[in-house]
C-alpha cells in the first residue's frame, strides 16, 4: 500500500447536512475550517509547593465550524440559517464532513452532532474587484467524532 503513504490532498471534501436533505449543488463548499478540539486546563497550585503548578485535564472545547462556498440561491442551508438566526428557530442537525480520494470515496469523515447556524454573512460587494459572492455559514455544535459514514 503505497498510497497510504502520501497524505491525501486537503481540495477534495464533501459536506452533508443530514435530516435536511442539502445534497448536491446545496452543499458544495469551497472551503471548510474548525475541524479543531481541545481539553481545557485548569492549574491548581498546592499549598507550600512553590515549584510548580499542577495542570489537571478540564473538559473538552470544540471551534466553530466554518462553511464558505459562492451564494446560492433557493437554498435550503440558507433558509435553515434564516430561521435559526432571524427568528431563532433552533433546529439542530448532524453535519459530516469527509475527505475524498480520487475515486470519491471517504478517507476520513467528520460528524458534528447538534451543529447550529450561529453567524452568516455575505461577502463585500466591490465594483471595482472581478470577484464571486461568498456566502459564509458558522455553526456551532455539541461534539464531533472522526469516523465513517453511516
Known amino acids: 500500500m503505497i498510497e497510504s503513504l502520501y497524505p491525501p490532498v486537503s481540495f477534495h471534501f464533501r459536506v452533508d447536512v ?11 463548499f469551497q472551503e471548510v475550517t474548525g475541524l479543531t478540539h481541545e481539553v481545557q486546563i485548569e492549574e491548581l497550585a498546592e499549598g507550600g509547593e512553590n515549584r510548580f503548578v499542577h495542570r489537571l485535564p ?17 437554498s435550503k442551508l440558507h433558509d435553515w440559517c434564516e430561521r435559526a438566526i432571524g427568528a431563532l428557530d433552533i433546529d439542530p442537525k448532524t453535519v459530516t464532513v469527509s475527505l475524498l480520494n480520487e475515486a470519491h470515496a471517504p478517507l476520513a469523515t467528520w460528524r458534528f452532532e447538534g451543529a447550529y447556524p450561529v453567524k452568516y454573512a455575505v ?3 466591490k465594483a471595482q474587484e472581478n470577484a464571486m459572492s461568498i456566502e459564509t455559514l458558522e455553526l456551532a455544535y455539541r461534539r464531533f467524532t472522526r469516523g465513517t459514514l453511516p
Request: charged share 25%; aromatic share 10%; glycine share 22%.
Open 18 to 28: 443530514l435530516q435536511l436533505g442539502s445534497g448536491g449543488v446545496d452543499a458544495r
Open 123 to 125: 461577502s463585500d460587494f
Open 58 to 74: 478540564g473538559r473538552a472545547r470544540y471551534g466553530n465550524l466554518v462553511l464558505k462556498r459562492g451564494f446560492a440561491m433557493g
